[in-house]
Every structure is written in C-alpha cells, then in structure tokens.
C-alpha cells in the first residue's frame, strides 16, 4: 500500500510535469511564430507615410496568435517600448512590445511568464518566454 | 539485499539521468532548429523587400534581419546568411544558413558530442508590381 502510494505519488509528478513541459514548448513556438507575424506588420508601413513603421499595428495581430495558446495569460501590449526585464514581469502576464531597433530596423518581444495549465507546479516549474525578432522595415516603390 | 540495492541504484540513476539530459538536449535543439528557421524566413523576406533589382541592397537587408534577430539567440553562433535568385521583379528569393548551438561545456556535453550544427532555408517570392 505505502509502496503504491509513493510510486502513483511520483508517476502523477511526473505526469504534471511532462504535460507542462509540453505546452510550454507549444507556447514558446507559438510566441515566435506570432512575434514574427508582428514584426512583419511592424517592417511595412502605415497607411499615409512609407517610411513610418507600422509599430502600433503590429501588436493586435500578435496577440491574437497568442491569445489561442496562453490560458488565463494577461497580455500587454506595448508598441513604440521595450519589454522590462524578465524578473519585473508578472507571474502570467505576457509584454508585446515594437520598438525601432536601429536605422531601418523594426523590433518585436514576446517577454514574460504564462500562467499555467497545472497551477499547483507553477512554482516548482519558472517557465518562462522571451522571444525578439527583428526586421529591415519594407521598401516601397513603384 | 541492501548492497544488491545499492548497486541496482548506483546502475541506474544515472541512466536515468542521462536520459533526463538528452531528452532536455533534444529539446533545445528543436528550440534552436525554430528560431534559426524563423529568422531565416525573415531574413529573405526583408531581401524581396529591398528596392527591386538591387542585389547588393537585398543582401544588406536580409544581413540587418538576420543579424539583429541571431544577437538576441546566443546560444546560436553563426557566420552569416547568404542569399540567391531572381532579383529582378517578380522577385524570388532563397537564403541558408548555416549555425552552432554552444553545448560544450554544458551538461548536454555529456550527450551529445560536440556543438550540433542546424541548417534552415526559406524562400520568398517579391511583388510583381514593382519596377526594375
């Protein structure tokens, strides 16, 4: 009985924890695929100026990605900033952030922690998401 | 019996261990795998993205994409990313690259030998409206 307990104890651990490490391996890739989703809207230009990065449309179609991944995630977007480092993000809150990265450069993050799908290992397991691309912003010509 | 225990522990754990590393290693290799591959996509849109016809300008720019999204990766060394094709209107574009994934000196070193290599390739097609 006590032998059971021990090893169903440690098999359901064990559980928990793969299915969280899979889904944070899920967001994570979905974190890159809506970062460079973003940073693309934010590389073209907005409607009226060519040459004006287009950084505050670049974070709702980036959330939107994110938001089919990231239960019970708060997510802030910060166009035109940088994300604040990691250790001043709250536990599940997730920072969209398009800024310009250098001449001609246009930048996006995907910085913070997830909330978690198993809540009781939210402690045990930091996992957390930092993802920034960057792109030339688009040229255009006729 | 306790000393048969011992050893059957002393066999297995770091099995078990080892196990736990490589499957970490493999992990992060994926991991690496997308945000080469990412920034490869990126980089060659940004170079259908130059001024039509203008090579030299295209390669700058798919060089800036690829470069400003590989210093934010460094675990991921690379020597850069080289571009081809059709740069005349419509414009189709590949670029590859080629990077290393520093594990030596980790505890993934005791996994998998050396630095793994990854390699990523993207193509992009350009607008046909643009002039040459």
């Known amino acids: ?15 928990f924890a793969a299915i969280s490490a899979a889904f944070h391996s899920l967001q994570r890739a979905m974190a890159e695929t809506a970062a460079a989703t973003g940073v693309q809207v934010a590389a073209s230009a907005v409607a009226g100026d ?4 287009d950084l505050a449309g670049a974070v ?9 991944v990231m239960f019970s995630t708060t997510l802030d977007g910060r166009p035109g900033q940088q994300c604040l480092p990691m250790d001043r993000i709250p536990q599940g809150t997730l920072e969209v952030c398009t800024y310009a990265a250098g001449p001609g450069l246009v930048g996006e ?7 978690y ?22 040229s255009y010509q006729q | ?15 078990l261990i080892l196990l736990f590393i490589g499957f970490l290693a493999i992990g992060l290799i994926a991991q690496a795998y997308v945000d080469l591959n990412t920034t490869v996509y990126l980089a060659a849109v940004s170079a259908v993205t130059a001024p039509a016809g203008n090579s030299a300008l295209g390669q700058q720019y798919a060089d800036e994409t690829f470069a400003g999204s590989m210093r934010h990766v460094p675990e991921l060394t690379s020597a850069g990313i080289t571009c081809g094709g059709a740069w005349s209107p419509p414009a189709t574009i590949t670029c590859q690259a080629h990077a290393e994934l520093q594990l030596r000196g980790t505890p993934f070193s ?13 193509t ?5 409206y643009r002039s040459s």
């Open chain 2, 1 to 15: 019996m306790r000393g048969q225990a011992l050893i059957e522990s002393a066999v297995t754990i770091p099995v």
């Open chain 1, 117 to 138: 799908v198993v809540p009781f290992l939210a402690q045990l397991l930091p996992w957390s998401v930092d993802v920034t691309l960057v792109m030339h912003q688009v």
């Open chain 1, 60 to 68: 709702a179609p980036t959330e939107q990605l994110l938001r089919s």
């Open chain 2, 110 to 122: 005791m996994v998998v030998p050396g630095n793994p290599r990854i390699s990523a390739q993207a």
């Open chain 1, 109 to 115: 993050t995907v910085r913070g922690h997830p909330a």
């Open chain 1, 1 to 15: 009985m006590v032998e059971f307990a021990l090893v169903a104890g440690a098999f359901v651990i064990i559980l």
């Open chain 1, 50 to 53: 060519p040459t004006q990065a």
């Open chain 2, 124 to 128: 992009a097609h350009g607008s046909p």
